[in-house]
């Protein structure tokens, strides 16, 4: 059980960066960007094409962000100057996406297309960390806290989870930072009162492909580390990836508020790895099986978004209820008003 | 400062609906005019302030600021150097974002927006002593978000926005008919404070006549997309509501529909 739940945080850690990116078009924009089940592979199938073809899993990593960065433009620009529908144009950019990851991935092979990278024997960000960070006697004395008060299997390192908490942690300072600046208040406004920003002299086409870019940046970026952790790219891997991050940053926002950007990223990452916890869970149930994955999803979708609501209105009852009884006292303890 | 020279535009040209919205507008405005436009609903006020902020571009015409044509230009490259306020108070500032982050978009309008921060120490210090000016204790809620605020308070905040970066031009769309008399009240001596304290060259459109005359040193009275009546300086501190009435009707050879124009 430990081993599971040690497994969805790592997992979650990483997947909170898409999530990030989901935040940005979703809340911060405005702006419903489907692109992201194309991107988020794009990011996977770039990194996994160069580390296959023996370039440094650094340098892929960055190449996916950027490639990642210019897909969210060519949807911003099919929005902005093509004044196509935001939803079509993420549609569009997704099923655009879909051939050129498999091109990009038939960069390792004879054949024009490939549907999938293994990455067994390969290096990738994690084992470049773990192969420094385990020299460190930190990460044995970490196991031998880990072993004292759990029973049973303890994972072969915390390297990656640490890796992934730094890395993540620097997004989100980063995010925050940005949302702060001059320019990341022109996007804001941007996402709130496109009206409004315009007779202050921004050019909202510009802020809504930048936007856009960096949002699918993040996504490309996660892409690129679920494939290095989970040691392969699929052409399949972004089915619903929307999804899952809407999931995390509705189950987040929920839980923790929303009332600072600086508290809201944090909410957002926290919604990411508690989504993989739950998940894990649910799998866990005999007649669940792991095909059920995306229905389990929707669900989860489904009741966060319900979920507040009935609790908001199950608050607002109960206020209304003491309002009342307070009133009925005050009524009754001055009989002569 | 601002000079429209020949403006014409026509919407659904060709079709039934087909209508002469600006007719050949020619108007001048020196440095530091207060101009209020007065006209019924559909004589072209509107659509004229769209031309000027660039919303709409017309058929054919000019139009130059500080003697520079800005007829191609776009909406958000003129901002540069017009501000504006809406009639409705909820279109003048980002419900969603917080007072100081609103006054920072608001200060970055003259300059290229850079990835430093909007809201630093020394920046916090100058939208207090703006915010001051308004004595609506805003100045002590830098970190409200402005959707919580009343619809007077957040004119007036789009009003200071507005006239933030001293904007070459000032153009105010019946910014205070949304808001109740005491509100109103408020925003037009705002208005008057902010405009006089930087002689803003200012376009304001009103239904209300009496402030048309209380405000502003030049008058024009629009009509189905034509300026009728131009009323200078000299002239204006005498005009009443009944000499405009008179005017109208001398002019058109109809009454004037008033209601809304008398009592708005």
């Given at each position: 059980?430990?081993?599971?739940?040690?497994?969805?945080?790592?997992?979650?850690?990483?997947?909170?960066?898409?999530?990030?990116?989901?935040?940005?078009?979703?809340?911060?924009?405005?702006?419903?960007?489907?692109?992201?089940?194309?991107?988020?592979?794009?990011?996977?199938?770039?990194?996994?094409?160069?580390?296959?073809?023996?370039?440094?899993?650094?340098?892929?990593?960055?190449?996916?962000?950027?490639?990642?960065?210019?897909?969210?433009?060519?949807?911003?620009?099919?929005?902005?100057?093509?004044?196509?529908?935001?939803?079509?144009?993420?549609?569009?950019?997704?099923?655009?996406?879909?051939?050129?990851?498999?091109?990009?991935?038939?960069?390792?092979?004879?054949?024009?297309?490939?549907?999938?990278?293994?990455?067994?024997?390969?290096?990738?960000?994690?084992?470049?960390?773990?192969?420094?960070?385990?020299?460190?006697?930190?990460?044995?004395?970490?196991?031998?806290?880990?072993?004292?008060?759990?029973?049973?299997?303890?994972?072969?390192?915390?390297?990656?989870?640490?890796?992934?908490?730094?890395?993540?942690?620097?997004?989100?300072?980063?995010?925050?930072?940005?949302?702060?600046?001059?320019?990341?208040?022109a996007i804001r406004a941007t996402g709130?009162?496109?009206?409004?920003?315009?007779?202050?002299?921004?050019?909202?086409?510009?802020?809504?492909?930048?936007?856009?870019?960096?949002?699918?940046?993040?996504?490309?970026?996660?892409?690129?580390?679920?494939?290095?952790?989970?040691?392969?790219?699929?052409?399949?891997?972004?089915?619903?990836?929307?999804?899952?991050?809407?999931?995390?940053?509705?189950?987040?926002?929920?839980?923790?508020?929303?009332?600072?950007?600086?508290?809201?990223?944090?909410?957002?990452?926290?919604?990411?790895?508690?989504?993989?916890?739950?998940?894990?869970?649910?799998?866990?149930?005999?007649?669940?099986?792991?095909?059920?994955?995306?229905?389990?999803?929707?669900?989860?979708?489904?009741?966060?978004?319900?979920?507040?609501?009935?609790?908001?209105?199950?608050k607002e009852r109960k206020r209304k209820?003491?309002?009342?009884?307070?009133?009925?006292?005050?009524?009754?303890?001055?009989?002569?008003? | 400062?601002?000079?429209?020279?020949?403006?014409?535009?026509?919407?659904?040209?060709?079709?039934?609906?087909?209508?002469?919205?600006?007719?050949?507008?020619?108007?001048?405005?020196?440095?530091?005019?207060?101009?209020?436009?007065?006209?019924?609903?559909?004589?072209?006020?509107?659509?004229?302030?769209?031309?000027?902020?660039?919303?709409?571009?017309?058929?054919?015409?000019?139009?130059?600021?500080?003697?520079?044509?800005?007829?191609?230009?776009?909406?958000?490259?003129?901002?540069?150097?017009?501000?504006?306020?809406?009639?409705?108070?909820?279109?003048?500032?980002?419900?969603?974002?917080?007072?100081?982050?609103?006054?920072?978009?608001?200060?970055?309008?003259?300059?290229?927006?850079?990835?430093?921060?909007?809201?630093?120490?020394?920046?916090?210090?100058?939208?207090?002593?703006?915010?001051?000016?308004?004595?609506?204790?805003?100045?002590?809620?830098?970190?409200?978000?402005?959707?919580?605020?009343?619809?007077?308070?957040?004119?007036?905040?789009?009003?200071?926005?507005?006239?933030?970066?001293?904007?070459?031009?000032?153009?105010?769309?019946?910014?205070?008919?949304?808001?109740?008399?005491?509100?109103?009240?408020?925003?037009?001596?705002?208005?008057?404070?902010?405009?006089?304290?930087?002689?803003?060259?200012?376009?304001?459109?009103?239904?209300?006549?009496?402030?048309?005359?209380?405000?502003?040193?030049?008058?024009?009275?629009?009509?189905?997309?034509?300026?009728?009546?131009?009323?200078?300086?000299?002239?204006?501190?005498?005009?009443?509501?009944?000499?405009?009435?008179?005017?109208?009707?001398?002019?058109?050879?109809?009454?004037?529909?008033?209601?809304?124009?008398?009592?708005?």
């Amino acid at each position: 059980m430990f081993t599971a739940i040690f497994g969805s945080v790592e997992l979650g850690i990483i997947y909170a960066i898409m999530a990030l990116g989901v935040f940005i078009t979703f809340r911060i924009l405005d702006f419903p960007d489907l692109t992201v089940d194309g991107s988020f592979v794009t990011g996977a199938a770039v990194a996994a094409a160069m580390i296959t073809l023996g370039y440094n899993p650094l340098l892929a990593t960055s190449v996916a962000i950027v490639a990642g960065f210019i897909a969210g433009c060519c949807t911003g620009l099919l929005h902005t100057k093509g004044k196509i529908n935001a939803l079509l144009s993420g549609i569009l950019m997704m099923i655009a996406l879909y051939s050129i990851n498999l091109r990009i991935m038939g960069t390792t092979t004879e054949a024009a297309t490939r549907p999938n990278i293994p990455l067994l024997n390969t290096e990738s960000v994690f084992s470049l960390f773990g192969s420094w960070w385990t020299t460190l006697p930190i990460d044995e004395s970490v196991k031998n806290m880990l072993s004292s008060f759990v029973t049973g299997a303890i994972p072969s390192t915390v390297g990656t989870i640490v890796l992934m908490i730094v890395i993540t942690l620097c997004i989100k300072v980063i995010v925050d930072w940005f949302l702060k600046t001059e320019m990341g208040l022109a996007i804001r406004a941007t996402g709130d009162n496109k009206r409004m920003i315009r007779s202050f002299s921004a050019n909202t086409d510009n802020y809504i492909i930048l936007g856009l870019g960096l949002s699918n940046a993040l996504v490309a970026f996660s892409g690129a580390l679920v494939a290095q952790y989970s040691k392969s790219a699929d052409v399949s891997m972004g089915v619903g990836m929307i999804v899952i991050g809407l999931a995390s940053v509705i189950i987040g926002e929920a839980i923790f508020g929303t009332k600072t950007i600086v508290r809201t990223t944090l909410a957002v990452i926290l919604g990411a790895i508690i989504y993989r916890i739950v998940l894990a869970i649910a799998l866990r149930i005999e007649w669940l099986d792991a095909a059920d994955l995306k229905l389990i999803t929707a669900i989860i979708v489904i009741l966060a978004l319900i979920l507040p609501q009935v609790l908001a209105k199950m608050k607002e009852r109960k206020r209304k209820a003491k309002r009342k009884e307070q009133f009925r006292n005050k009524v009754r303890g001055n009989p002569g008003a | 400062m601002l000079k429209l020279t020949n403006i014409n535009k026509v919407f659904n040209e060709g079709t039934p609906d087909e209508k002469v919205a600006l007719g050949d507008i020619n108007l001048h405005l020196a440095p530091g005019d207060f101009v209020t436009i007065i006209g019924s609903n559909g004589a072209g006020k509107s659509t004229m302030m769209n031309m000027i902020s660039g919303a709409l571009t017309p058929d054919f015409g000019t139009i130059h600021i500080n003697g520079k044509n800005v007829t191609g230009d776009a909406e958000y490259k003129r901002a540069r150097h017009i501000g504006r306020v809406f009639q409705d108070p909820m279109a003048g500032t980002a419900p969603s974002m917080t007072i100081e982050e609103n006054l920072a978009i608001a200060y970055n309008r003259t300059k290229t927006r850079t990835l430093g921060f909007g809201v630093n120490k020394k920046k916090k210090d100058i939208y207090r002593t703006a915010l001051e000016m308004l004595s609506l204790n805003l100045e002590n809620r830098l970190n409200a978000k402005v959707g919580m605020l009343s619809g007077g308070e957040r004119q007036a905040l789009s009003l200071l926005m507005a006239t933030f970066t001293q904007p070459s031009i000032l153009l105010l769309d019946e910014h205070t008919a949304a808001l109740d008399p005491s509100r109103a009240e408020l925003i037009t001596n705002i208005t008057k404070q902010l405009v006089e304290k930087d002689s803003l060259t200012t376009l304001m459109v009103t239904h209300n006549m009496q402030q048309a005359l209380d405000l502003g040193n030049r008058l024009i009275m629009m009509d189905k997309g034509q300026i009728i009546l131009e009323v200078g300086e000299a002239e204006k501190a005498n005009l009443t509501i009944p000499d405009l009435m008179a005017a109208f009707e001398k002019i058109r050879g109809e009454k004037m529909n008033s209601d809304r124009a008398l009592l708005g």
